[in-house]
């Protein structure tokens, strides 16, 4: 380089000679963000330190007065003060208590060991069979990938349930939504498809559910067979906001790992609205405005952050299929996060209470329902049928009232006397077992003779 150029200027050339050729520039001057604070004011979630200097995301532990450590979180700073958010619990906590910051980002240890395991936000096993011994570690928030370098999805995944393999057909690398409000029957769901689903890995987040629907969900809704290729993540809902997110990022973390040794991997997500709560929980505190229903817009930012994590990887990767269960508060499918959910997912399947009222489960709602890939994953005859059956629930749901009270007269429309004559059978192919399967092909051969079947 010219020597007659001043430093500033090379320097600045080179820089952007740098992010030119796609290369993050190296920091001009390294900091070093290891200074210790004191603590000041503990309010409500909100912790807030003096004296220390750390990046927003960074973590820290504050001592308490047995000489213990509360983990914490940097979630935010306004002037000298530095607010946090704990990850544990924070009784003991004293003022002018050390704020000492942890070196190193957050990173996740991950392995094959974790196959059959139930752990927690933080990676602390709570299945008591021992300690895990794990020799990789990803990125708590992910990589981003480029997504022209993304496989596109071209190929099914076959679920187990016969309704969604037939009529609702999932992708690899699809991200759908399972809407549904409380008691119709999505935990079933989710654990049906976990024991039949054919990918190769399930990674389970059960993320702010109640306690003891964690062991059922384990023990009973899972089931051993379940259990042997799946990780389950469960942060109960009695733990604080952080540690909440931090469970649904480690749960996509996981899945991220095995996708990247190749494997097909199936995510189930409980719940995206819980994992939204939280979020809201810690904007509030340090000061966010509220928005729509009290949700502040870093919630509506990190939902897409989290489900854009998931999908199919760069060419020669797996994938991750996920399903993220939105909870429509008093069976309310437009509220925000449903609202918001929608447009950033590939589809969704609605479970509804009037089905499940009615004695038919899995609850699925076909019409409500739609897979944003089908085109790409099915053939012209097999979209031929699922539009056929679609044509007759809205015939039949048309006239479902007169049909009630005797008032419809056969003969008036030929496609509601169809719908008529071949609701018994459709009620009965769209019901399943919760012990039984359904794999892709018989509910492919299964829905053919629906509809060839003379009535």
Same mark, same amino acid.
Not at 30 to 55: N, Q, S, W, Y
Not at 160 to 166: E, L, P, Q, S, Y
């Given at each position: 380089?010219?020597?007659?150029?001043?430093?500033?200027?090379?320097?600045?050339?080179?820089?952007?000679?740098?992010?030119?050729?796609?290369?993050? #520039?190296?920091?001009?001057?390294?900091?070093?963000?290891?200074?210790?604070?004191?603590?000041?004011?503990?309010?409500?979630?909100?912790?807030?330190?003096?004296?220390?200097?750390?990046?927003?995301?960074?973590?820290?532990?504050?001592?308490?007065?047995?000489?213990?450590?509360?983990?914490?979180?940097?979630?935010?700073? %306004?002037?000298?003060?530095?607010?946090?958010?704990?990850?544990?619990?924070?009784?003991?906590?004293? /003022?002018? %208590?050390?704020?000492?910051?942890?070196?190193?980002?957050?990173?996740? %240890?991950?392995?094959?060991?974790?196959?059959?395991?139930?752990?927690?936000?933080?990676?602390?096993?709570?299945?008591?069979?021992?300690?895990?011994?794990?020799?990789?570690?990803?990125?708590?928030?992910?990589?981003?990938?480029?997504?022209?370098?993304?496989?596109? @999805?071209?190929?099914?995944?076959?679920?187990?349930?016969?309704?969604?393999?037939?009529?609702?057909?999932?992708?690899?690398?699809?991200?759908?939504?399972?809407?549904?409000?409380?008691? +119709?029957?999505?935990?079933?769901?989710?654990?049906?498809?976990?024991?039949?689903?054919?990918?190769?890995?399930?990674?389970?987040?059960?993320?702010?559910?109640?306690?003891?629907?964690?062991?059922?969900?384990?023990?009973?809704?899972?089931?051993?067979?379940?259990?042997?290729?799946?990780?389950?993540?469960?942060? #109960?809902? *009695?733990?604080? /906001?952080?540690?909440?997110? !931090?469970?649904?990022?480690?749960?996509?973390?996981?899945?991220?790992?095995?996708?990247?040794?190749?494997?097909?991997?199936?995510?189930?997500?409980?719940?995206?609205?819980?994992?939204?709560?939280?979020?809201?929980?810690?904007?509030?505190? +340090?000061?966010?405005?509220?928005?729509?229903?009290?949700?502040?817009?870093?919630?509506?930012?990190?939902?897409?952050?989290?489900?854009?994590?998931?999908?199919?990887?760069?060419?020669?990767?797996?994938?991750?299929?996920?399903?993220?269960?939105?909870?429509?508060?008093?069976?309310?499918? !437009?509220? #925000?996060?449903?609202?918001?959910?929608?447009?950033?997912?590939?589809?969704?399947?609605?479970?509804?209470?009037?089905?499940?009222?009615?004695?038919?489960?899995?609850?699925?709602? +076909?019409?409500?329902?739609?897979?944003?890939?089908?085109?790409?994953?099915?053939?012209?005859?097999?979209?031929?049928?699922?539009?056929?059956?679609?044509?007759?629930?809205?015939?039949?749901?048309?006239?479902?009232?007169? @049909?009630?009270?005797?008032?419809?007269?056969?003969?008036?429309?030929?496609?509601?006397?169809?719908?008529?004559?071949?609701?018994?059978?459709?009620?009965?192919?769209?019901?399943? *077992? +919760?012990? *039984?399967?359904?794999?892709?092909?018989?509910?492919?051969?299964?829905?053919?003779?629906?509809?060839?079947?003379?009535?």
């Amino acid at each position: 380089m010219n020597a007659a150029v001043p430093v500033g200027l090379q320097a600045r050339n080179r820089r952007l000679a740098t992010r030119l050729n796609g290369r993050l #520039p190296e920091p001009l001057y390294a900091r070093e963000f290891l200074r210790e604070g004191v603590l000041k004011r503990v309010v409500g979630l909100t912790i807030e330190a003096v004296g220390c200097e750390m990046p927003l995301g960074a973590n820290a532990r504050i001592e308490t007065h047995a000489g213990d450590w509360v983990d914490a979180e940097v979630v935010g700073f %306004a002037g000298d003060r530095t607010f946090l958010m704990p990850s544990t619990e924070v009784q003991g906590l004293l /003022p002018n %208590a050390r704020v000492v910051p942890m070196a190193g980002e957050g990173l996740v %240890a991950v392995g094959e060991a974790l196959l059959g395991r139930v752990i927690d936000g933080e990676g602390v096993p709570l299945d008591g069979r021992g300690e895990l011994r794990l020799d990789a570690a990803v990125k708590l928030t992910g990589t981003p990938i480029n997504p022209l370098q993304r496989e596109p @999805i071209h190929q099914s995944l076959d679920v187990g349930v016969r309704a969604i393999n037939a009529l609702i057909p999932i992708g690899r690398g699809q991200r759908v939504g399972l809407f549904a409000g409380s008691g +119709v029957g999505k935990s079933t769901l989710l654990g049906m498809m976990t024991r039949y689903t054919s990918a190769d890995v399930v990674v389970v987040g059960l993320i702010g559910e109640r306690g003891r629907e964690v062991r059922d969900f384990v023990e009973n809704t899972l089931g051993q067979m379940g259990l042997n290729r799946a990780v389950v993540v469960a942060t #109960p809902a *009695d733990r604080p /906001p952080l540690a909440r997110l !931090h469970g649904a990022y480690r749960a996509t973390a996981i899945a991220e790992y095995f996708r990247d040794q190749g494997k097909n991997v199936l995510l189930l997500m409980d719940s995206l609205t819980r994992f939204a709560q939280a979020q809201r929980e810690i904007g509030l505190s +340090v000061g966010e405005p509220p928005t729509t229903r009290g949700y502040p817009p870093s919630v509506f930012a990190r939902l897409p952050q989290l489900v854009e994590r998931a999908g199919n990887g760069s060419m020669g990767q797996g994938s991750i299929t996920a399903f993220y269960t939105v909870l429509t508060e008093g069976d309310d499918v !437009h509220e #925000p996060i449903s609202d918001a959910s929608r447009a950033i997912l590939d589809g969704h399947v609605v479970l509804s209470r009037a089905v499940a009222e009615g004695g038919r489960y899995p609850a699925i709602d +076909v019409e409500a329902s739609v897979s944003r890939v089908v085109t790409d994953i099915t053939d012209a005859k097999w979209r031929t049928r699922i539009a056929e059956v679609r044509q007759l629930m809205a015939a039949y749901s048309s006239h479902k009232d007169l @049909i009630a009270i005797g008032a419809y007269q056969k003969g008036s429309d030929p496609r509601v006397d169809e719908a008529l004559r071949r609701w018994p059978a459709l009620m009965r192919f769209l019901g399943q *077992d +919760v012990n *039984d399967a359904a794999d892709i092909a018989s509910s492919r051969a299964a829905l053919d003779e629906l509809l060839a079947r003379e009535v």
